[in-house]
């Protein structure tokens, strides 16, 4: 990163040209960005715009092939560092809330943690971003809505100048997310800045303060969010207000998968799945929404036998799977797990 000698002042972060190729791949070409100070900078594209690449190069985590980063203040950049909340938590699940905020910065005493000291500054901290949990609540037995309200407040525990927010909102409730908006008004007003990245268009519009597009790899437009609505974000990442896509009728067949009241229970006694019936016909696609945590991956993993404590009543081609969990020579015929980079667990196609 170079000093800030020809920086704008409004200015918190530029950079100039910057380029990044990986092999037969350019993730960023020549990318002339500007974050201001103490504002919300929403940061948008479709995937594989560019925009983890620029966060990343930000950060410091990875290289650029080639072109500059310019800071206002080197210093602290390097004494802080730029937060970043990406949207996989990484958290502990049976450490206590105040043991997460901490871990890797802990508050010690001739090498002993001071256990009592973390849970005041944990406390003092979430009070501040008022965020109503209990300091010394094991991190487990929080929601993900919740969780995700821990790893913006493990961040800010840094005293960080910069904060790169990558899809915060995509385990939160309605209502988590009103608290969470709540919280970056209240670092902008104590002169933190922030890049927000999202898909949500209707959030960016209400929070963010100007906004720059990604497209493969380029800065393709940047504006004040009060000068814009959704359909410039539209065109500006793809083109043209409306996307239209290929579709065409196919024939829908016999019903080859009929699940009743599946279930499962979680070790703390609360079900991951509660009661779920679905069927499904043979050419027909079953989309499973929900927020993190909502149970998704258990439902799928139950289908695949992973859980050998779920309950249901399955059909299979017609045929009622006797024993449960389900033998995994029927979920093969169904289902076909792939690794999960992000974590050490499956998606399911």
């Not at 908006?181 to 959030?203: C, M, N, P």
């Not at 814009?228 to 065409?248: Q, T």
Request: aromatic letters at 6%; charged letters at 25%.
């Amino acid at each position: 990163m170079n000093t800030p000698r020809t920086m704008n002042p409004v200015n918190v972060i530029e950079t100039r040209a910057l380029s990044k190729q990986y092999p037969g791949t350019a993730a960023l070409v020549d990318v002339d960005y500007k974050v201001r100070r103490g504002k919300v900078n929403v940061l948008i594209g479709e995937n594989g715009a560019g925009k983890s690449t620029l966060m990343k190069l930000l950060a410091d985590a990875e290289t650029a092939t080639s072109g500059e980063i310019w800071i206002t203040d080197v210093r602290s950049a390097e004494k802080h560092g730029i937060g970043i909340i990406f949207q996989e938590l990484n958290l502990f699940p049976d450490m206590t809330v105040a043991e997460n905020i901490f871990a890797g910065n802990e508050i010690t005493n001739s090498g002993v943690i001071r256990s009592k000291m973390e849970n005041h500054q944990a406390k003092v901290l979430l009070e501040r971003l008022r965020i109503p949990i209990d300091a010394r609540t094991r991190l487990g037995d929080l929601y993900v809505g919740q969780q995700q309200l821990v790893e913006i407040a493990k961040v800010l525990s840094k005293h960080i100048k910069v904060l790169i927010m990558d899809e915060p909102t995509s385990a939160l409730s309605k209502a988590d997310v009103e608290i969470f908006f709540k919280i970056i008004r209240q670092l902008k007003e104590e002169g933190v800045t922030v890049i927000y990245i999202s898909h949500r268009l209707e959030e960016i519009m209400a929070i963010g303060d100007c906004i720059t597009v990604l497209c493969n790899g380029r800065l393709v437009a940047e504006d004040e969010i009060a000068n814009i609505d959704i359909p410039w974000i539209i065109e500006a990442m793809v083109g043209s207000s409306k996307k239209r896509f290929a579709f065409e009728q196919h024939t829908i067949g016999e019903e080859v998968l009929k699940v009743k009241d599946l279930s499962l229970k979680r070790s703390n006694g609360i079900y991951a799945v509660n009661h779920v019936s679905f069927s499904v016909k043979a050419g027909e696609v079953i989309g499973i929404y929900g927020l993190m945590g909502a149970g998704r991956t258990e439902l799928l993993e139950s289908l695949l036998g992973a859980h050998p404590l779920v309950l249901s009543e399955i059909e299979l081609a017609g045929k009622a799977i006797e024993d449960m969990p389900i033998p995994k020579s029927a979920s093969k015929r169904v289902l076909r797990s792939c690794q999960k980079t992000a974590r050490n667990k499956a998606w399911f196609s």
